[in-house]
């Protein structure tokens, strides 16, 4: 993954930001904590300079979460990540399933509508999806969710299958770029008031396995009704759901 070679190049723009507001720089140790310090930069440039720089938007206050970014990834031509304020370290982390935490997800899910806008041209509901890696993957260690399209087979295949999924968590059958997820279905046409996370740690594996080693991805579809809704999958791998994702969105 990419995301740390172009989260140290936002910590540069961070720290030159930083310093022309005469604050400590920010340069330093570019390693797993870079994400968490670009995020305090664009809290300092929103609540000082009323500007988002160098992330692609900053709510230091927003209904059903304790604010958020969202940072646009100068690496790909369509993803953008959203991260909470709160230093939350990943999937893991117990505040995420706390309701306070759930308006997270619906977020990142409204941000397809930027993924649109880096295309330049409108995608159909079920071709974007969103998607957290576990501690093993990850480069970062603070909670963010990937948003960009989906691979085109992986949509393919939850387009024929994922009618059979319900409320409760099942093998999805079949493997998705090479890996067996749980998944199960979220009778919603959006993800308000969904605690993503709650369901990930309450899944069978869940109380087997560590939860950083839990990979989650979600994506839209049809329901057995023909409503629309989201398939929800996980495993507890230590894998990389992010890897169901396309960067290039060149099938969308």
């Known amino acids: 993954m990419r995301l740390l070679g172009w989260i140290n190049g936002l910590l540069i723009a961070a720290a030159v930001l930083a310093g022309s507001i005469a604050t400590a720089s920010l340069a330093g140790n570019f390693g797993r ?3 968490r310090q670009v995020i305090g930069a664009c809290v300092l440039s929103k609540s000082t300079l009323g ?3 160098p992330c692609a938007d900053v709510a230091l206050d927003a209904p059903g979460s304790k604010g958020h970014v969202l940072i646009r990834s100068p690496g790909f031509q369509s993803e953008f990540l959203v991260a909470p304020l709160t230093p939350l370290d990943g999937i893991e982390s117990p505040e995420l399933q706390d309701p306070a935490a759930t308006g997270l997800w619906q977020v990142a ?18 071709a974007v999806a969103l998607a957290v890696n576990a ?4 480069t970062q260690d603070h909670f963010h969710i990937h948003i960009d399209c989906l691979r085109q087979s992986v949509g393919s295949a939850l387009a024929a299958k994922g009618a059979t999924l319900t409320d409760a968590w099942r093998k999805f059958p079949g493997r998705l770029m090479g890996e067996t997820y749980w ?10 008031g969904v605690n993503i996370a709650d369901l990930v740690a309450g899944a069978p594996p869940g109380g087997k396995t560590p939860l950083d080693h839990a990979t989650v991805a979600i994506a839209a579809g049809k329901l057995a009704d023909g409503s629309d ?3 929800l999958l996980a495993n507890w791998n ?7 994702l396309d960067h290039d969105c060149k099938a969308r």
């Open 33 to 35: 904590d870079a994400l």
């Open 51 to 53: 500007l988002s720089f």
């Open 109 to 126: 899910w409204s941000s397809r509508a930027d993924v649109e806008k880096a295309l330049g041209r409108p995608l159909a509901r079920g």
């Open 135 to 138: 501690h093993g993957t990850r």
């Open 183 to 192: 998944a199960r279905a979220i009778a919603s046409p959006d993800l308000s």
């Open 229 to 231: 809704g989201f398939y």
């Open 238 to 244: 230590n894998s990389s759901a992010e890897r169901l």
